[in-house]
């Protein structure tokens, strides 16, 4: 893989001649993104971020690329890499870079790579951090301790990541605030249920080019994500299956109209199978043995562990090939492949090109805002892990309503008074 080398430079990308494209498709991203155009301005006003060094963990794609520009525009010196191995697009890096950002990521990029490349963002010494996937916040508290003074804060962007943090928070060993963006409603709601369900469908439409119609698809996980993606595949006429651990997700399922069942029996009857937990090896070595011959799996959790690749490279040996880009077959036996989509991980990323944008303006909007939240108000807030607070989220619903055209009834006094009484009764 070719790439620019660490140098003065301070950037690693494949080609910094990519920028022009990257810079069209940036704009083009942008103009789907009203809410964190109207924060970039005010940021560009206002400078909230003014010399705040920020390490921004993400997928470098050309929505992050206008959140990244508004940092820039508050003043942050901002250096950015990737959160996921296949999920840059080099044209949007080297768009960055030109722009003055700092980028270490590279579409494709081996795991060694992928961590130097986050080690060498952590050398910016950050006193804010933006993750996705708790990457960046683990490593600073195991591998570089002597840089955890300096933070402020950090936000985090996926469920996996809230999970691990709060985790860190359990065990008594996280060291700054972390404000859970995941957690925001203008956030799970719209990114984790319209963004993920429809793009991945297009991760693996692209990647695959079959129908769905007709076809079983088993959907392993049943929160926001997994709702997203079991409705839009019944809208394209699917079978959908789903599988879950928690009792109120499956009825839920059951009564949204889904058939409900365990892995171990939905592993014989899917054409596909599309895992979205946050959880490891979801699909195992016994569900792989039983799958039919030709079945499809791809994930849209944020690791690559929810499928158990090493038991379907055991198991398939030698005999696995490359069909189509981001396509893999694995032979099991004389009678049975398994083909794997985009090595495991985010489908929607590896194989396409992730949310919308219109989504993800209100996810980005949320991040500038506890961004500036966390700079503001880190002196009164201890190690924990915090919700956005309601009046971010209500802000961002309110702009986004606004860019939409869309008007909705506020309250009359006396129905303010109704609903802030005990007086009235039946």
């Not at 972390?178 to 957690?183: C, P, R, T």
């Not at 499809?296 to 696995?320: D, M, T, Y």
């Not at 992730?354 to 500038?368: E, K, L, R, T």
Request: hydrophobic share 45%.
């Amino acid at each position: 893989m070719a790439s620019i080398a660490p140098s003065s430079r301070n950037f690693d990308i494949k080609d910094p001649s990519l920028a022009p494209e990257g810079r069209r498709r940036i704009e083009w991203a942008g103009r789907e993104m009203p809410v964190l155009k109207q924060i970039r301005e005010r940021f560009a006003a206002d400078r909230p971020l003014q010399g705040v060094r920020m390490l921004v963990c993400a997928h470098v794609t050309t929505e992050t690329a206008n959140l990244a520009l508004t940092f820039q525009a508050g003043g942050a010196d901002a250096v950015l890499c990737a959160s996921n191995p296949l999920s840059t697009q080099d044209d949007v890096a080297a768009a960055l870079v030109e722009d003055g950002i700092p980028v270490f990521a590279i579409k494709g990029e081996d795991n060694d790579t992928y961590y130097r490349h986050i080690r060498s963002a952590m050398e910016h010494a950050p006193q804010l951090v933006i993750d996705d996937g708790a990457d960046v916040v683990t490593m600073l508290h195991r591998d570089r301790p002597d840089l955890l003074p300096a933070i402020i804060g950090a936000t985090e962007e996926t469920t996996t990541g809230v999970i691990r943090d709060r985790a860190m928070e359990q065990d008594g060993i996280l060291k700054f605030p972390i404000v859970a963006v995941n957690d925001a409603d203008t956030k799970h709601f719209f990114d984790n249920r319209y963004g993920t369900g429809q793009s991945t469908i297009d991760g693996i439409l692209r990647a695959t080019n079959i129908l769905l119609a007709g076809k079983t698809v088993v959907v392993a996980g049943y929160g926001w994500c997994g709702k997203g993606i079991a409705t839009r595949l019944r809208g394209m006429g699917a079978l959908v299956v789903v599988t879950e651990i928690d009792p109120a997700r499956a009825l839920e399922a059951a009564m949204d109209g889904f058939q409900v069942t365990t892995m171990g029996r939905a592993a014989g009857l899917g054409d596909i199978f599309i895992t979205a937990t946050g959880n490891v090896n979801v699909l195992d070595r016994h569900h792989l043995t039983q799958m039919k011959d030709g079945a499809i799996v791809a994930n849209s959790g944020h690791f690559n562990s929810e499928i158990n690749i090493a038991a379907l490279e055991e198991l398939s040996g030698e005999g696995r090939r490359t069909l189509r880009p981001f396509v893999e077959e694995f032979v099991l036996g004389p009678d049975r492949r398994v083909i794997l989509l985009g090595e495991g991980r985010l489908v929607n990323l590896a194989a396409a090109e992730g949310h919308p944008a219109s989504v993800m303006d209100m996810s980005f909007a949320n991040q500038a805002l506890a961004a500036d939240y966390l700079v503001r108000e880190a002196a009164t807030l201890e190690p924990k892990v915090y919700r956005v607070p309601e009046e971010i989220d209500r802000e961002i619903a309110r702009l986004k309503l606004a860019a939409m055209k869309i008007e909705i009834d506020t309250l009359s006094a006396e129905q303010e008074h109704y609903l802030n009484s005990w007086e009235s009764g039946t």
